[in-house]
């Protein structure tokens, strides 16, 4: 079984400033995929970001990006130039066999 | 493009009350579907899953049962309500030949007094 890991509970940073959020997770799979999801307080999760692992390059989706380490299991979000609308909480999610395991997220403020 | 529905919104049931929740996607074929929970202040746990009309895989022995009488439609069910059955419900889909992310509805919110 897959486990996801998400060892920071809460976080905050400055508007424009830069945060990363941390994800770890185990898995005796080869063939996956890695997600971040935000979830604003309306509560609708939204897709940030995918990374395949088989690729070796890091995903970016404008102001956000990944670190993925494959040997170390290890999947964290960069979000620069941070927003007010980026208040949410964030959830790291592991994909194969046409499901997904979550973390237990993250919940970011950004302080204007 | 794909939209999915679900309804109610929110919902307040007793304790021993029926239950059923409804989701709809529009815009694909075939989907698969799931149906999540979200305890609060904590992450999403997968309760049922369906890769298509009647086929269902349980996740978690629970109070709940899951049915897909149509294509796009997946319904999440409860004979009799526990307190421990609060929380918020998403459904998801995934369309086929896609990498594996799933795009949720809307949520209910469902509270059992």
């Known amino acids: 079984a897959q486990t996801v890991t998400q060892s920071q509970p809460e976080m905050s940073v400055q508007e424009a400033e830069t945060v990363t959020l941390s994800c770890t997770y185990d898995?005796?799979?080869?063939?996956?995929?890695l997600f971040w999801y935000k979830q604003p307080p309306s509560r609708q999760m939204i897709l940030v970001i995918r990374?395949?692992?088989?690729?070796?390059q890091n995903a970016t989706e404008n102001r956000f990006s990944v670190n993925f380490q494959k040997a170390a299991k290890s999947f964290s979000l960069k979000i620069s130039d941070s927003q007010l609308g980026d208040t949410a909480m964030y959830f790291c999610?592991?994909?194969?066999?046409?499901?997904?395991?979550f973390g237990k997220g993250i919940t970011l403020s950004v302080r204007p | 493009s794909q939209t999915i529905h679900q309804w109610p919104a929110t919902l307040v049931q007793p304790v021993g009350s029926p239950l059923s929740l409804e989701c709809t996607v529009e815009?694909?074929?075939?989907?698969?579907l799931y149906w999540y929970r979200q305890a609060a202040g904590r992450g999403l746990q997968l309760l049922f899953y369906?890769?298509?009309?009647?086929?269902i895989s349980s996740e978690v022995p629970q109070n709940l049962s899951a049915s897909r009488p149509q294509d796009r439609q997946f319904i999440l069910s409860s004979k009799k309500l526990l307190l421990s059955d609060s929380g918020f419900y998403l459904c998801?889909?995934?369309?086929?030949?896609?990498?594996?992310?799933?795009?949720f509805g809307p949520g209910t919110r469902l509270t059992v007094t």
């Open positions: 815009g694909t074929s075939n989907p698969n």
């Open positions: 898995t005796s799979e080869s063939n996956y995929y």
């Open positions: 369906s890769v298509g009309i009647g086929q």
């Open positions: 990374q395949e692992a088989y690729k070796q």
């Open positions: 999610a592991f994909g194969a066999n046409s499901k997904l395991t």
């Open positions: 998801a889909w995934r369309g086929w030949g896609r990498a594996l992310e799933q795009y």
